[in-house]
């Protein structure tokens, strides 16, 4: 819960609509007219879809199955070689999930694998931070879906007649994401 006043404790969801009813109420109708009609409202279903499907993830503790098993093939390493090998296992598999899960999601969801094989290999927790930001940034780039910016520059794009298919941004975004994630490594 997130709130300024102390007394009144209010989901960020909640707060999001008592916004757009102020807005909906102060705003003229021949402009919300206009407004509502430019939105990307298959982008915005796009992405609530994608945050329902983690969320479902992570409470069929799918999120903790896979953590547990990172965390077992981490420790299966000598102990010398964990951080290494821990490092480059994130940053790939970000990288390679990232560009066809979107990368904002799948962050959020591997959060908490981090802390589990933080603290279940003993290893410093920053550096997996920063292999899991690369990897997950660099694999947004991958695929037409990686990234939260590649899906609203799609919709712009179609919306004034240049639209690209998901084929098309793949074979010219995977390879380069592949060249940036290895100099990232």
Not at 61 to 80: H, Y
Not at 139 to 160: F, P, R
Request: proline content about 3%; hydrophobic content about 55%.
């Amino acid at each position: 819960m997130y709130s300024f006043i102390t007394e009144m404790y209010v989901n960020l969801g909640w707060i999001a609509i008592m916004g757009a009813i102020v807005l909906l109420v102060l705003a003229d109708m021949n402009d919300l007219e206009n407004i509502l009609h430019r939105v990307e409202w298959g982008t915005l279903i796009f992405f609530a879809a994608l945050f329902v499907l983690m969320e479902a993830l992570e409470e069929l503790k799918l999120i903790q199955w896979i953590g547990d098993r990172v965390t077992d093939a981490i420790n299966s390493v000598e102990e010398g070689q964990r951080l290494a090998v821990a490092i480059l296992l994130i940053l790939w598999v970000s990288a390679l999930a990232s560009s066809f899960i979107d990368n904002i999601p799948y962050t959020t969801a591997m959060i908490p694998v981090l802390v589990l094989l933080s603290e279940g290999s003993n290893l410093p927790l920053l550096p997996l931070v920063f292999s899991l930001a690369f990897g997950a940034c660099l694999g947004g780039n991958g695929t037409l879906i990686g990234a939260s910016a590649n899906v609203v520059c799609a919709g712009i794009a179609e919306q004034h007649g240049y639209g690209f298919t998901f084929t098309e941004f793949f074979k010219v975004g995977f390879p380069m994401m592949l060249v940036s994630t290895v100099v990232a490594m």
